[in-house]
């Protein structure tokens, strides 16, 4: 149809919508007209940051709605008119909805969108308006958003649904923190607003108003957050059943009740009329009239002996039951023995291991829920107590992986995966995904826990919906048109709802933009693909700064709490490497984007490049004492993303050539395979699991949920050459933003002294500083070894297994440094430098001053401080079988020796050291310190190390 546009005289408003809709956009009046497409275990232990809530919640939100008064037409047009403030509860959830009854369909919808871009803003925070037909079916789905103006108006034209009559919702998900939204809808006398989850309810709802209790209620918990006084629920008649209390020491109201004799409450708002609510355990939809609320149900749906949250849900059960029907026994055959003509043995390698598809699918299968009657169909390894989502609470995380996991087995096509294309494994998957889906609340969130501790929806969806999005992609050449629709409009319409959902660190966002691509691949819907390009740009230009949480850091580490991390940089890196070998192959990616995902990458690596150190055993082991999260250390097996580069990047080669082949067995590979770096290790992976089958090992759930990303990967030609590493120059000095590096004679040294650009108050998680971290060479390997305990905190002298100073203030409380800023300068270029730091407790200053020699350095250590009792010196030796490690009786000179070469460090100074007994490091090794008083008046303390 013709576009066709009239001027009138209103301010006109504009705003950049999607450039993909496949329909026709009609501006008309200043008003905007869309004709819609069709459509854990994370640590998180920081919940209360304020960083947890996305960009929505940097946003300065609007003082108050000054909507100007809607004209007599448009009234007429539109006569359900509301009012609604956006407020973002944990993890960003925000938006509201309606719930309205129609004997015929809607043609069309209005929103009006008062909104405010914060000049602290990191980037738009996403906006959609979806529109369902009384079957779940999403008929408008329109972006707003770019809205480029304070004050945008719209009207969305309804496209003609298969079914008109019944219940229709109207869905806004997104926007600012603080945005006023205006939603008109055609007439009718039954309709029900509700926040998704918290809203801040306008004038124009009624201060009394209903909500409908289902039969499954349990416990009700009623929220609000203002100044007013109090939420008051009553009965019908108007009794009291309870009112919001605040809580101490919180911002929030909160009641907690029983289920009421009624199937009614009278929500009282008269004290509290613009303050923000929100109900859990029972749907939050609040009607004018009981027969209002009676209808609508609260958006509930019965289906096959199961209450569900909506039309969608319901369609879900009904095909979850035909997949049941049609049949879930799993028999594999697999091959007796293997072929002589075996081709691509890492790729077959692949399937078998711990954490690979098929050597642990029986007892994952064992455990999957098959009883049609349960709520927990297709989930796998749930609590015998769990809680019934059908009482509208939910359990923390349930089978978040398993739907991938299974579809791996399922999909990647080997010679020896015997369940390659198993119908009954298919149908599994799908009843594993689809448990999510069904289970999902009505506003397509997909709920974790509930608010008895806190206000969070979701804390673990940033695993759940990448999961569902990759399961789709591995599975859809094997399911039946509807199974694959329902899905692909489920995945749709959680995608939406958690757009901006970033989580509580980078890997998690990551995992959460990583879903957005996928997603579009799988449904087609632009809105992702512009959904993943924003925020991976964002992410990958750092656009929350190095002072957060989120993004890259320009040292090239991912942002995990603040700093570095050796685990969860991997699965960083991991969605790093998946988008970009899957985006770089679309027709239609965006160039500029593909070279950032290849510089993120290059720059990942050329940071982990100075802590891929080779040890006695052959393996690689780094230093872990700047770790902000966990004790796991950067070189070491976790999610495979250096692998997953190694076709491609020289570095990642590297790194990938680096694991040596075991003396015999399957070693490392037994439990990651895609380890296994030649057709000799990956044939002793398979020649090991073969005949075990799919019952090697029981891990109670599914596992293997990166294989098809490994396939793709070990399947491209290898164009990578293995790039030289800075120990295995013949010597140098490099610096990234927070790290010096430098190797003179036999003697390679590292360490990172801090999270440059980092927030000047900022106390790190883990130990930086002028200390070493590393002190390595080819004979010895790493004889100096910076390390943190298990438990991450260094509260006594037991825990400092760090190069650091540690001791006790006047007052007797134990100190150790590394945990404030440092500033690194130098005095001679190439030769010598220094590190400055604090101590916060003793208000001490604290420098190294570096002096690098031939084949030797030396190290002045000068420590001031008024407020010091006695303090120490540590440089943790790291112990390894095959080595020494000695102190002579003058306490002078350490050694730590090997068959072939040594690392002495001699005490040029007054003072003698001490050698501790062994002490209990992390990723189970051991060190024994070298200890050294230093003085707290400032005169160094000086020590050198040298190689043989």
Same mark, same amino acid.
């Given at each position: 149809?013709?576009?066709q546009?009239?001027?009138?005289?209103r301010?006109?408003s504009?705003?950049?919508l999607l450039?993909?809709?496949?329909?026709?956009?009609?501006?008309l009046?200043?008003?905007?007209?869309?004709?819609?497409?069709?459509g854990?275990?994370?640590?998180?232990?920081?919940l209360?940051?304020?960083?947890?809530?996305?960009?929505?919640?940097r946003?300065e939100g609007?003082?108050a709605?000054s909507?100007?008064?809607?004209?007599?037409?448009?009234?007429?047009?539109?006569p359900?008119?509301?009012?609604f403030?956006?407020f973002?509860?944990g993890?960003?959830?925000?938006?509201?909805?309606m719930?309205?009854?129609y004997?015929?369909?809607?043609?069309?919808?209005y929103?009006?969108?008062?909104?405010?871009?914060?000049?602290?803003?990191?980037?738009?925070?996403?906006?959609t308006? %979806?529109?369902?037909?009384?079957?779940?079916?999403?008929?408008?789905?329109a972006?707003i958003?770019?809205?480029e103006?304070? @004050?945008?108006?719209?009207?969305?034209?309804?496209?003609?649904?298969?079914?008109?009559k019944g219940?229709?919702?109207v869905?806004?998900?997104?926007?600012?923190?603080?945005?006023?939204?205006?939603?008109?809808?055609?007439k009718?006398?039954?309709?029900?607003?509700r926040?998704?989850m918290a809203?801040?309810?306008?004038?124009?709802?009624?201060e009394?108003?209903f909500l409908y209790?289902p039969e499954t209620?349990?416990?009700?918990?009623a929220e609000?957050w203002?100044g007013?006084?109090?939420l008051?629920l009553?009965?019908p008649?108007g009794?009291?059943l309870?009112?919001?209390?605040?809580?101490?020491?919180?911002?929030?109201?909160?009641?907690?009740?029983n289920?009421?004799?009624?199937?009614?409450?009278l929500?009282?708002r008269?004290?509290?009329?613009? !303050?923000?609510?929100?109900?859990? $355990?029972?749907?939050?939809?609040?009607?004018?009239t009981?027969?209002?609320?009676?209808?609508?149900?609260?958006g509930?749906?019965?289906?096959?002996?199961?209450?569900?949250?909506g039309p969608?849900?319901?369609?879900?059960?009904?095909?979850?039951?035909?997949?049941?029907?049609?049949?879930?026994?799993v028999?594999?055959?697999?091959?007796?023995?293997?072929?002589d003509?075996?081709q691509?043995?890492r790729?077959?390698?692949?399937?078998f291991g711990?954490?690979?598809?098929l050597?642990?699918l029986?007892?994952?299968?064992?455990?999957?829920?098959?009883?049609?009657?349960?709520p927990?169909?297709?989930a796998?390894?749930?609590?015998p107590?769990?809680?019934?989502?059908?009482?509208?609470l939910h359990?923390?995380?349930? *089978?978040?992986?398993?739907s991938?996991?299974?579809?791996n087995?399922?999909?990647?096509?080997?010679?020896?995966?015997?369940a390659?294309?198993?119908p009954?494994?298919?149908?599994?998957?799908?009843?594993?995904?689809?448990?999510?889906?069904?289970?999902?609340?009505g506003?397509d969130?997909?709920?974790e826990?509930?608010?008895?501790?806190?206000?969070?929806?979701?804390?673990?969806a940033?695993?759940?919906?990448p999961?569902?999005?990759q399961?789709?992609?591995?599975?859809?050449?094997f399911?039946?048109?509807?199974?694959?629709?329902?899905?692909q409009q489920?995945?749709?319409?959680?995608?939406?709802?958690?757009?901006?959902?970033?989580?509580?660190?980078?890997?998690?966002w990551?995992?959460?933009? +990583?879903?957005?691509?996928?997603?579009?691949?799988?449904?087609g819907?632009?809105?992702?693909?512009?959904?993943f390009e924003?925020e991976?740009?964002?992410?990958?230009?750092?656009?929350?700064?190095p002072?957060?949480?989120?993004?890259q850091?320009?040292? $090239?580490?991912?942002l995990e709490?603040?700093g570095?991390?050796?685990?969860?940089?991997?699965?960083?890196?991991?969605c790093?490497c998946?988008?970009?070998?899957f985006?770089?192959?679309m027709?239609?990616?965006?160039?500029?984007?593909v070279a950032?995902?290849?510089?993120?990458?290059?720059k990942n690596?050329?940071?982990?490049?100075?802590?891929?150190?080779?040890?006695?055993?052959?393996?690689?082991?780094?230093?872990?004492?700047?770790?902000c999260r966990?004790?796991?250390?950067?070189?070491g097996?976790?999610?495979?993303?250096?692998?997953?580069?190694?076709?491609?990047? !020289?570095?990642?080669?590297?790194?990938?050539?680096?694991?040596?082949?075991?003396?015999h067995?399957?070693?490392?590979?037994?439990t990651?395979?895609?380890m296994?770096?030649?057709?000799?290790?990956? +044939?002793r992976?398979?020649?090991?699991y073969?005949?075990?089958?799919?019952?090697?090992f029981?891990?109670?759930?599914?596992?293997? $949920?990166?294989t098809?990303e490994?396939?793709?990967a070990?399947?491209?030609p290898?164009t990578?050459?293995?790039?030289?590493l800075?120990?295995e120059?013949?010597?140098?000095?490099w610096?990234?933003?927070?790290? +010096?590096?430098?190797?003179?004679?036999k003697?390679y040294?590292v360490?990172?002294? !801090?999270?440059?650009?980092?927030?000047k108050?900022?106390?790190?998680?883990g130990?930086?500083?002028?200390?070493?971290?590393?002190v390595?060479?080819?004979s010895t390997?790493?004889?100096?070894?910076?390390?943190?305990?298990? %438990?991450?905190?260094?509260?006594?002298p037991?825990?400092?297994?760090?190069?650091?100073?540690?001791?006790? !203030?006047?007052?007797?409380?134990?100190?150790?440094?590394?945990?404030e800023?440092s500033?690194?300068?130098?005095t001679?270029?190439?030769?010598?430098? *220094?590190?400055?730091?604090?101590?916060?407790?003793?208000?001490?200053?604290?420098?190294w001053d570096?002096t690098?020699?031939?084949?030797a350095?030396?190290? @002045?250590?000068?420590y001031?401080?008024?407020a010091?009792a006695?303090?120490?010196?540590?440089i943790?030796? +790291?112990?390894?079988e095959?080595?020494?490690?000695?102190l002579?009786?003058?306490?002078?000179?350490?050694?730590?020796?090997?068959?072939?070469?040594?690392?002495?460090?001699?005490?040029?100074?007054?003072?003698?050291?001490?050698?501790?007994?062994?002490l209990?490091?992390s990723?189970?090794?051991?060190?024994? *310190?070298l200890r050294?008083s230093v003085?707290?008046?400032?005169?160094?303390?000086?020590?050198?190390?040298?190689?043989?």
């Amino acid at each position: 149809m013709k576009q066709q546009t009239r001027q009138i005289n209103r301010k006109k408003s504009h705003c950049q919508l999607l450039n993909r809709l496949k329909h026709w956009c009609l501006l008309l009046a200043g008003i905007v007209i869309l004709n819609a497409v069709p459509g854990c275990s994370g640590d998180l232990d920081h919940l209360n940051d304020p960083d947890d809530a996305g960009p929505a919640g940097r946003s300065e939100g609007v003082a108050a709605p000054s909507f100007p008064e809607t004209t007599e037409e448009l009234n007429a047009r539109f006569p359900i008119m509301q009012k609604f403030r956006i407020f973002a509860l944990g993890g960003s959830n925000r938006g509201f909805g309606m719930l309205a009854h129609y004997e015929t369909q809607p043609n069309e919808i209005y929103l009006r969108r008062q909104t405010n871009p914060a000049k602290n803003e990191p980037y738009t925070p996403i906006c959609t308006l %979806s529109v369902f037909d009384p079957d779940g079916n999403c008929v408008v789905d329109a972006e707003i958003t770019d809205q480029e103006n304070e @004050d945008g108006e719209y009207v969305l034209e309804v496209p003609a649904a298969k079914s008109g009559k019944g219940i229709w919702r109207v869905s806004l998900s997104g926007g600012r923190n603080g945005d006023w939204f205006e939603l008109g809808l055609p007439k009718t006398e039954i309709w029900g607003v509700r926040g998704e989850m918290a809203f801040g309810a306008g004038e124009t709802l009624p201060e009394n108003i209903f909500l409908y209790v289902p039969e499954t209620v349990k416990t009700i918990y009623a929220e609000k957050w203002g100044g007013g006084k109090a939420l008051t629920l009553r009965s019908p008649d108007g009794n009291l059943l309870g009112q919001a209390a605040q809580e101490e020491g919180k911002n929030r109201h909160l009641l907690v009740m029983n289920k009421p004799d009624s199937d009614l409450i009278l929500v009282d708002r008269s004290d509290c009329l613009d !303050d923000a609510i929100a109900f859990d $355990g029972i749907p939050g939809l609040l009607c004018p009239t009981p027969d209002a609320a009676r209808v609508l149900k609260g958006g509930t749906v019965e289906a096959d002996g199961l209450l569900l949250a909506g039309p969608l849900q319901a369609r879900i059960r009904k095909q979850m039951l035909k997949l049941v029907s049609q049949g879930l026994d799993v028999n594999l055959t697999f091959a007796e023995k293997i072929p002589d003509d075996l081709q691509n043995p890492r790729l077959e390698a692949l399937m078998f291991g711990k954490y690979s598809p098929l050597s642990g699918l029986k007892d994952a299968l064992a455990n999957q829920v098959i009883d049609p009657s349960s709520p927990y169909l297709g989930a796998v390894k749930v609590k015998p107590d769990a809680i019934d989502w059908q009482t509208f609470l939910h359990e923390s995380c349930t *089978s978040p992986f398993d739907s991938e996991c299974l579809t791996n087995a399922v999909s990647v096509k080997t010679r020896l995966n015997a369940a390659y294309g198993n119908p009954a494994l298919v149908r599994r998957a799908a009843l594993a995904a689809f448990f999510h889906f069904v289970s999902m609340q009505g506003d397509d969130t997909i709920r974790e826990g509930y608010f008895k501790n806190n206000s969070y929806p979701m804390t673990h969806a940033f695993f759940i919906y990448p999961a569902l999005a990759q399961a789709l992609h591995n599975l859809t050449p094997f399911l039946d048109d509807e199974t694959r629709t329902l899905w692909q409009q489920a995945l749709a319409a959680v995608g939406t709802k958690i757009a901006d959902f970033q989580a509580y660190e980078s890997n998690q966002w990551a995992h959460m933009i +990583m879903a957005h691509l996928t997603t579009y691949l799988t449904t087609g819907n632009p809105r992702f693909l512009g959904i993943f390009e924003r925020e991976m740009t964002a992410y990958v230009d750092n656009t929350y700064g190095p002072a957060s949480k989120f993004g890259q850091h320009p040292a $090239g580490f991912y942002l995990e709490e603040y700093g570095p991390d050796g685990n969860y940089d991997h699965l960083n890196f991991y969605c790093v490497c998946v988008c970009y070998y899957f985006y770089r192959d679309m027709k239609n990616a965006n160039p500029e984007l593909v070279a950032k995902l290849k510089t993120s990458i290059e720059k990942n690596l050329e940071f982990k490049k100075f802590f891929w150190l080779p040890q006695a055993d052959g393996d690689a082991f780094g230093p872990n004492a700047f770790n902000c999260r966990t004790a796991s250390n950067l070189a070491g097996a976790s999610w495979p993303g250096d692998y997953i580069a190694s076709p491609e990047f !020289d570095l990642a080669q590297r790194r990938f050539q680096m694991r040596p082949l075991p003396d015999h067995g399957a070693g490392s590979a037994a439990t990651f395979s895609h380890m296994a770096n030649t057709d000799e290790w990956a +044939m002793r992976v398979i020649e090991t699991y073969l005949p075990k089958k799919d019952e090697a090992f029981k891990l109670g759930s599914a596992s293997g $949920g990166w294989t098809a990303e490994l396939f793709k990967a070990y399947s491209m030609p290898v164009t990578a050459k293995p790039a030289k590493l800075p120990f295995e120059a013949e010597g140098g000095v490099w610096q990234l933003p927070g790290l +010096m590096a430098f190797k003179t004679g036999k003697i390679y040294t590292v360490l990172f002294h !801090d999270v440059i650009g980092a927030n000047k108050n900022m106390r790190g998680n883990g130990h930086f500083g002028g200390g070493m971290d590393a002190v390595w060479t080819a004979s010895t390997g790493s004889a100096v070894n910076a390390m943190i305990p298990d %438990s991450k905190h260094v509260e006594k002298p037991e825990d400092v297994i760090c190069t650091a100073v540690f001791g006790k !203030d006047k007052d007797g409380k134990f100190f150790c440094s590394g945990r404030e800023r440092s500033e690194l300068a130098w005095t001679e270029p190439d030769k010598k430098f *220094s590190v400055t730091e604090t101590v916060r407790e003793t208000n001490a200053t604290l420098r190294w001053d570096y002096t690098i020699l031939d084949n030797a350095f030396t190290v @002045d250590v000068s420590y001031q401080s008024d407020a010091t009792a006695d303090a120490m010196l540590n440089i943790p030796l +790291m112990m390894w079988e095959g080595r020494t490690i000695t102190l002579d009786e003058a306490g002078k000179t350490a050694t730590v020796a090997t068959d072939t070469g040594e690392v002495t460090i001699t005490i040029d100074s007054a003072g003698a050291a001490s050698l501790t007994e062994p002490l209990k490091a992390s990723c189970g090794k051991q060190i024994r *310190s070298l200890r050294i008083s230093v003085a707290a008046d400032g005169n160094p303390l000086t020590f050198t190390i040298t190689a043989k």
